[in-house]
């Protein structure tokens, strides 16, 4: 018998006819012979809802006060759920995220988990009962209640599912596995079989919304396999996040996502001398503002400046415009240009690793399409273009035909699948 971790999200849970739904699909995990650790998300858009309500009352609500509201949706639907197994004659109990032992860094907000005591839910699952967790939530300090970010529920699950040494850990949503590339967009994106930790970490942080990229991250970290499936299609097995050993690497490109959420900043004529780019990077960092690409000119004009631009996330761009001129007097920059009109397309692959022309075959895509390129970043797996934010579906549509993520043709495991 084996221990299988599941995570219904906020579409699986959004009524109580859906809440008898997952119940179902949770005694049938049960009946497989398996205990079974239920995570759940807030119902339907409950957590929006909560973050409205806050702001009714104040723009600049304390943090703290904010994790309280927040964790507050996962509660409902934590027990609404014990009780439908319980219902139809399951021994269920729902623990928030302190009853869980789920500790995480004194931070409010986006705490990282650092430990969970699975003393509780062990003895829980001794006692045969299927044991339903809040997700998203855990505690500090002074049992401060915490939460992990929004989309933070896969993470909660997967880092139960190392805990407690789980055989798998299954996302269940609205989609039904991880596709090549977004089927609103390119119709014929092709559902994976599988797909590498590695790829699926790069796929979340470009900009597919499937997983919570923390979740993928703590899932490589423990080797957990993870399936990510349909909570209204039980008998679709969705697609398997696996280790990249397991994988064939007959293509070079897994994916492919696009990224409206940034804006891009230049920062013009930075003296070319050490420890500016220290000075100005030091600064956002302080201010808590994360960078995502990053480029310098090179030091080409009479007065040996560069320019350095890079790109943040839209929602710290109030954060970012109260630097300004802090940043303007300490790094004595010439100007500061702020460029709202971007999308970043990125394609993400194992298989593009010691394979020649990748990057120049996404150039020459974007180039036939008539698409300029604002700025470009690469990791070992991944290369992203800044594009304008028009060109998205045309560029997301070259690309998909280029790389062959729109056929039948699409990245497979080697081959048996491992029966997880
Ligand atoms: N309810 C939280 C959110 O909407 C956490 C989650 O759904 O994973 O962000
Ligand atoms: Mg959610």
Redesign the pocket.
Known sequence: MGLIVQKF??TSVADSEKIKNVANAVIKEKLNGNDVVVVV??MGHT?DNLIKLSKEITHHPQEREMDMLMST??LISMSLLAMAINEKGYKAISLNGRQAGIQTENCHMCARIVNIDTKRIKECLNNGYIVVVA??QGYCDNNEITTLG?????TTAVALAGALKAQRCDIYSDVEGVYTTDPRVVQTAQKLKTISYEEMLELARVGANVL?PRSVETAKLYQIPMRVRSAFKLDDLGTLIIGVENMELNKPVTGLASDSSQIRIVICDVEDSPGNAAKLFDLLAGKNISVDMIIQSYARNMKKTNDIAFTISIDDYEKFNATKDEIMHIIKASNIFVDEDIVKVSIVGAGMIDRPGIAAKMFNTLAQEDINIKMISTSEIKISCLIEKDCAQKATKALAKAFELDGAKVADVKGDLPVL
């Open positions: 999200g906020g998300s807030a957590t949706g996962e997700g998203f929004r989309g933070g529920s896969d919570h």
